[in-house]
C-alpha cells in the first residue's frame, strides 16, 4: 500500500498564474481521494496541499492570491530547476501542472528524468483553466504525457480524444470533469438595484479601438438605465500580470470619462460579484460558465463579430449571442439546455458527482502494484527534434529534460540585491509591455 494510505495525501500543484493557481488548487481538492483506493471517498478531504508559483512575467502577487481565496499548506515561488529538486525529494501522492502548454511538457521531460530511479511516483495530472477555443492540437499534444489529461465538457473531452487518436498517441488519460470553481446559489431573481455585470478580459479584444467601444457602451447603458447598477469586473490592477497580457487596462480608458454614479468598477472573487448579479455580459470569458451555471442570464457580445480571434465562436448554438444593442432594447437570453449539458455547465445538479470518474481513476493509480511507469510523452526528439529541444530550454532544461549549465536553481531565498534586480527586470518589462508594445504597433500602422 502506498505511505499515504495512513496519513493525509501529499497533493502538490504548480502554477504559472494567479487563474491557473485558482484552477490548479480547486482541481487538487476535487479530484483527491480521502484514502487511496476508495473511489467513492469525498473529494478534499485528508490532504495536505503544497502550492509552487513558477516565476515568471505572470507570477501572482500577494493581492492577487488573496482575491483568488484558495489557501494551501505551504506556498513558494520556484525556478523551474528549483521545483524538479523538490520533486526529486518529496514524496508527493499526486502532481496538479497548472501551466502553460509548453510549461507542461517541460515538467514531463524533468520529472521522467527525477523520477526514473525512484519506485514511485506521484500521479500527474493536467487541463485547462476554462475554454479551449485555440491551439487546440498544440496545447493538447504539449500536455501529453500526464497520467490524466482533465477536460472540462463532454465536448472538450470528444476533441481531446480526437486529437490524439488522430496522431496514434494514448488517449486514455483524457478524463472528463467540470471546471473546479463553480458554484454558488442558483439565480432566484431580480435584486435591487437590478445589477449589469460586464466580465472584463486581459487580452480580448486587444485594440485600443474595440476596448474603448466596449467601455463606453457600458457607459452608456448605465445611462440609459439610471436605476440600473452597473458593473465592470477587472481581473487585475495595471502592472499586475494574469494568464494573458493586459497591454490597456479598462481602469485607464475609464479615466477619461465622465462616469455615471450607477457605474463602478470592481474587483474580488467573481462568485462573490455573481451572488448580485442579474446580467452577466462578455466577450468570451470563462465567467460565461460560471454565469450559466448559476442559472444567470448571460450574454456573449456580438458587437464585434462572431471571430475565432475572440473566442466568442465557442457559444455558437448557446442562445447567448447578442449585441448591445438589442440588450438596451430589454432583450434576455435564453440558453440552450443541448449545448449547456455538452459544456460541463452543469446547471441540471450534476455538478456533485462530475469528478467522480478522475477520483476513481485517481485511486486506482495511487493503488497500482510496483507503482506507475515512466512519462512517455508524444514529443520526444524522435517525434520532435526541431521543437521540443526550444521549449525544454526555455524551462533551462537540455533534450533529455536534465538542467542546462548556468540554469537558475538557487537553494535558499534571493537575497536583497537578487531580489532589487528581479522587481526591476519585472517592471521593465512590464512597462514594455503596456508602454512601449503599443506605440511600436501605432508607429507600424503609420
Known amino acids: 500500500m502506498p505511505a499515504s494510505a495512513t496519513k493525509p495525501l501529499r497533493v502538490a500543484v504548480l502554477a504559472d498564474s494567479d487563474t491557473r493557481w485558482k484552477w490548479g488548487a480547486l482541481t487538487a481538492n476535487r479530484v483527491a481521494p480521502s484514502e487511496p483506493g476508495d473511489p467513492g471517498a469525498a473529494a478534499g478531504q485528508d490532504i495536505r496541499l503544497d502550492g509552487y508559483l513558477?516565476?515568471?512575467?505572470a507570477t501572482p502577487t500577494a493581492r492577487q492570491l488573496g482575491e483568488v481565496g484558495v489557501r494551501?499548506?505551504?506556498?513558494?515561488e520556484v525556478t523551474a530547476v528549483e521545483f524538479l529538486r523538490a520533486m526529486r525529494e518529496e514524496p508527493y501522492d499526486i502532481l496538479v501542472l497548472a501551466l502553460v502548454g509548453g510549461g507542461v511538457q517541460a515538467m514531463l521531460h524533468g520529472l521522467k528524468r527525477v523520477w526514473e530511479d525512484r519506485p514511485r511516483r506521484p500521479v500527474v495530472v493536467t487541463g485547462y483553466v476554462g475554454v479551449v477555443y485555440e491551439k487546440l492540437a498544440d496545447g493538447l499534444l504539449l500536455r501529453h504525457g500526464a497520467d490524466l489529461v482533465l477536460a472540462n465538457s463532454r465536448q472538450d473531452a470528444d476533441r481531446f480524444r480526437a486529437v490524439y487518436e488522430g496522431v496514434g498517441a494514448d488517449a486514455s488519460s483524457v478524463t472528463e470533469v467540470a471546471?473546479?470553481?463553480?458554484?454558488?446559489?442558483?439565480?432566484?431573481?431580480?435584486?435591487?438595484?437590478?445589477?449589469?455585470?460586464?466580465?472584463?478580459?486581459?487580452?480580448?479584444p486587444e485594440s485600443r479601438k474595440d476596448r474603448t467601444y466596449l467601455l463606453?457602451?457600458?457607459?452608456?447603458?448605465?445611462?440609459?438605465?439610471?436605476?440600473?447598477?452597473?458593473?465592470?469586473?477587472?481581473?487585475?490592477?495595471?502592472?499586475?500580470?494574469?494568464?494573458?497580457?493586459?497591454?490597456?487596462p479598462y481602469q485607464k480608458l475609464a479615466q477619461r470619462l465622465d462616469l455615471p454614479a450607477n457605474f463602478r468598477l470592481v474587483y474580488g472573487h467573481m462568485g462573490e460579484v455573481l451572488d448580485r448579479t442579474d446580467l452577466l455580459v462578455t466577450v468570451s470569458s470563462t465567467a460565461a460558465l460560471e454565469s450559466l451555471h448559476?442559472?444567470?442570464?448571460?450574454?456573449?457580445?456580438?458587437?464585434?463579430?462572431?471571430?475565432?480571434?475572440?473566442?466568442?465562436?465557442?457559444?455558437?448554438?448557446?442562445?447567448?449571442?447578442?449585441?448591445?444593442?438589442?440588450?438596451?432594447?430589454?432583450?434576455?437570453?435564453v440558453p440552450d439546455a443541448e449545448w449547456v449539458?455538452?459544456?460541463?455547465?452543469?446547471?441540471?445538479?450534476?455538478?456533485?458527482?462530475?469528478?467522480?470518474?478522475?477520483?476513481?481513476?485517481i485511486a486506482k493509480l495511487l493503488d497500482r502494484p510496483g507503482g506507475l511507469p515512466p512519462l512517455t510523452p508524444y514529443y520526444t526528439p524522435v517525434t520532435?527534434?526541431?521543437?521540443?529541444?526550444?521549449?525544454?530550454?526555455?524551462?533551462h532544461l537540455g533534450p533529455d529534460g536534465a538542467p542546462l549549465p548556468g540554469a537558475p536553481a538557487a537553494d535558499k531565498e534571493p537575497g536583497p540585491v537578487r531580489q532589487i534586480v528581479r522587481r526591476a527586470a519585472r517592471g521593465a518589462y512590464r512597462h514594455g509591455v503596456q508602454r512601449v508594445a503599443p506605440v511600436i504597433r501605432r508607429m507600424g500602422e503609420l
Not at 72 to 76: G, Y
Not at 179 to 197: I, K, M, N, S, W
Not at 217 to 236: I, N
Open 72 to 76: 494551501a499548506d505551504s506556498l513558494r
Open 341 to 361: 449539458a455538452r459544456q460541463g455547465v452543469a446547471s441540471d445538479g450534476s455538478y456533485g458527482t462530475a469528478f467522480d470518474a478522475a477520483r476513481a481513476r
Open 54 to 57: 513558477l516565476r515568471g512575467r
Open 179 to 204: 471546471l473546479p470553481f463553480l458554484g454558488g446559489a442558483a439565480y432566484e431573481g431580480e435584486h435591487d438595484p437590478y445589477t449589469v455585470v460586464f466580465a472584463a478580459q486581459p487580452s480580448v
Open 294 to 333: 448559476r442559472r444567470i442570464p448571460t450574454v456573449v457580445l456580438t458587437d464585434l463579430g462572431i471571430r475565432e480571434s475572440l473566442g466568442n465562436h465557442h457559444f455558437l448554438g448557446s442562445g447567448c449571442l447578442a449585441s448591445w444593442d438589442q440588450l438596451d432594447d430589454g432583450h434576455r437570453p
Open 216 to 248: 463606453n457602451r457600458l457607459v452608456e447603458h448605465a445611462r440609459r438605465h439610471p436605476g440600473r447598477e452597473v458593473l465592470l469586473k477587472l481581473r487585475s490592477k495595471p502592472g499586475e500580470h494574469t494568464t494573458h497580457i493586459e497591454e490597456l
Open 384 to 395: 520532435a527534434p526541431g521543437y521540443l529541444p526550444g521549449i525544454l530550454a526555455r524551462h
